[in-house]
Nanobody, 122 residues
């Protein structure tokens, strides 16, 4: 089993910045990709940003393009989400996700962190 732990988050004023960190680890597993998702009450969890391990390909939700930046070494299980120009609409619980496989196996496991609250308010 891959363990995923987030840190960061908190309260910030509109226009401010925050940084979220995530570490994923699991003996015998190879991390294939990591990403950040967010969820507000009553809505489905949505993708914010993802990064692959092999080629470092990144993908962003349209709503955060140009404001949020994902970086790190997902193969080593560490990623950071730098959030800038935050808006009240960015308020949500942010979850880190890790996709992993066992050596020689194709089945992909999905692991989630506990989530961290981000609140953008004046």
């Amino acid at each position: 089993q891959v363990q995923v732990v987030e840190s960061g988050g908190g309260l910030v004023q509109p226009g401010g910045s925050l940084r979220l960190s995530c570490e994923a680890s699991g003996s015998g597993f190879r991390i294939r990709a990591m990403g950040w998702y967010r969820q507000v009450p009553g809505k489905e969890r949505e993708m914010v940003a993802t990064i692959t391990s092999d080629e470092g390909r990144v993908r962003y939700a349209d709503s955060v393009l140009g404001r949020f930046f994902i970086s790190g070494d997902s193969a080593k299980g560490t990623v950071i989400l730098q959030m800038r120009s935050l808006e009240p609409e960015d308020t949500a619980v942010y979850y880190c996700q890790a996709k992993s496989t066992r050596p020689g196996r194709s089945y992909e496991y999905t692991s989630w962190g506990q989530g961290t609250q981000v609140t953008v308010s004046s």
